[in-house]
């Protein structure tokens, strides 16, 4: 597959299982996430890095490189898939992730097969994906999980709607981009 792979978190346990299922779903590179720099760098060679983050304690922890991804001023970068590896399908971890833009949460069983066919879903196909002052990221609004306050649900201000498709042999096209303001009263 031309995309290669970021590893997030411990590269021990989890981090090091994560590294080996990586590899064998064939990305062209599998790396330990190193910074955005290095992304840009990978981007130039493979037009579509995946950031795979490993389970950790506290999903929070996390919160610090998601943003960093997804406000990198390189669109390669900022449009990458983040996909969350949770040892429990917990509500809270789920929704923690969704609030930080994760584009998916994978939960045990982590099967090739299985695992594969969820990150076959992040290219080749529309998504869009909303811009506000405090998130970037998926659409989430019709989920059980998602944000519930005026300004993450889109109605409490401005924010950037955006419909893009990630293409492994020419990275992100970006098919819309609209800007709405909240009307004046």
Do not use: W
Not at 161 to 179: A, K, P, Q, Y
């Amino acid at each position: 597959m031309k995309a290669a792979a970021y590893i997030v978190g411990p590269m021990d346990g989890p981090g090091a299982a994560l590294m080996d299922l990586a590899r064998r779903l064939g990305f062209s590179a599998v790396l330990p996430y190193a910074g955005v720099a290095q992304a840009e760098q990978q981007s130039a060679r493979t037009p579509v890095c995946y950031f795979l983050f490993a389970a950790v304690p506290d999903v929070g922890t996390l919160r610090s490189v998601a943003e960093a991804i997804r406000f990198c001023p390189s669109r390669r970068v900022r449009f990458s898939p983040l996909i969350y590896f949770s040892e429990s399908p917990s509500i809270e971890t789920i929704t923690r992730c969704i609030n930080m833009g994760f584009d998916d949460v994978i939960t045990m069983p982590f099967t090739r097969a299985r695992v594969a066919e969820r990150i076959d879903r992040q290219v080749g196909q529309s998504h869009v994906y909303y811009e506000t002052p405090g998130y970037f990221g998926p659409d989430r609004r019709d989920r059980v999980t998602g944000p519930k306050r005026a300004a993450e649900t889109r109605a409490g201000g401005q924010f950037r709607r955006l419909e893009i498709v990630r293409n492994l042999m020419s990275g992100v096209t970006v098919l819309r981009d609209d800007f709405y303001m909240a009307p004046t009263g």
